[in-house]
């Protein structure tokens, strides 16, 4: 069982609002990556990170921003909720000497009104 | 473009058959391979992996067949179980292009037949 966390579980908001998905992870992971999967489809990467202070762009353009302050921390923000953001979102982890070896949250199912 | 991708979206197998899912790819210069399972619900988990200096590796009742030639990756699951019953993604990777990213297909959903 991994040890990274995703809150919260569903969230259903209105267009126009601000919103923060918190990820977690106790693994002392150096990668941390956030996905985006419509439902029966691929994984598509949006966010990663290989460190503090380093948060890169996958290849789904996103309206997202990240931010990695801290480790174990790697929250993903959107300031203004569309429609076209409903969907869900992944977050995984990985250590270096794992290879490509990620471990993934239980996501967090957006729906945006 | 380049693309992971499933031949089959779904399959049904009966409890204790083996089963087996494909996936093609097109990138030839992708090095790396592997595979997840989701369960409903879940995030992925990982299953196995492959480089492509092997072709073939095996795990605990999973094997992964690569062949090159035909760029083609396959997940065997022997004496499949009810608890095996999700969606299967592969994913690959070039390293050589300096990507630290996978590419994932759009997975298969395995269900077994008790």
């Not at chain 2, 409890?15 to 409903?40: L, M, P, R, T, V």
Request: contains cysteine.
């Amino acid at each position: 069982e991994a040890d990274i966390y995703q809150t919260p579980r569903y969230l259903v908001i209105g267009t126009g609002k601000k919103i923060t998905l918190e990820c977690s992870q106790t693994m002392g992971h150096d990668k941390m990556y956030w996905y985006q999967q419509d439902p029966g489809m691929e994984l598509h990467l949006i966010h990663y990170s290989y460190g503090v202070n380093s948060t890169e762009k996958g290849d789904l353009s996103s309206e997202s921003t990240v931010s990695r302050i801290r480790t174990e921390h790697f929250p993903l923000t959107l300031e203004s909720a569309r429609p076209s953001h409903t969907s869900q979102y992944l977050c995984a982890s990985g250590y270096r000497g794992l290879g490509e070896k990620l471990f993934f949250g239980s996501g967090t199912q957006l729906s945006v009104l | 473009g380049e693309s992971v991708g499933l031949h089959l979206p779904t399959l049904s197998v009966q409890e204790g058959d083996n089963s087996i899912i494909n996936c093609a790819y097109s990138n030839s210069a992708s090095d790396y391979f592997i595979w997840y399972k989701q369960e409903s619900g879940k995030g992925p988990q990982f299953i196995i992996d492959i480089r492509s200096n092997m072709d073939k590796r095996q795990g605990q009742r999973v094997t992964v067949l690569l062949n090159k030639t035909v760029k083609h990756l396959s997940l065997q699951i022997a004496a499949t179980q009810p608890g095996d019953s999700a969606v299967y993604f592969c994913a690959e990777k070039n390293s050589g292009a300096g990507s630290y990213q996978l590419t994932f297909g759009k997975g298969t959903k395995l269900s077994v037949i008790p």
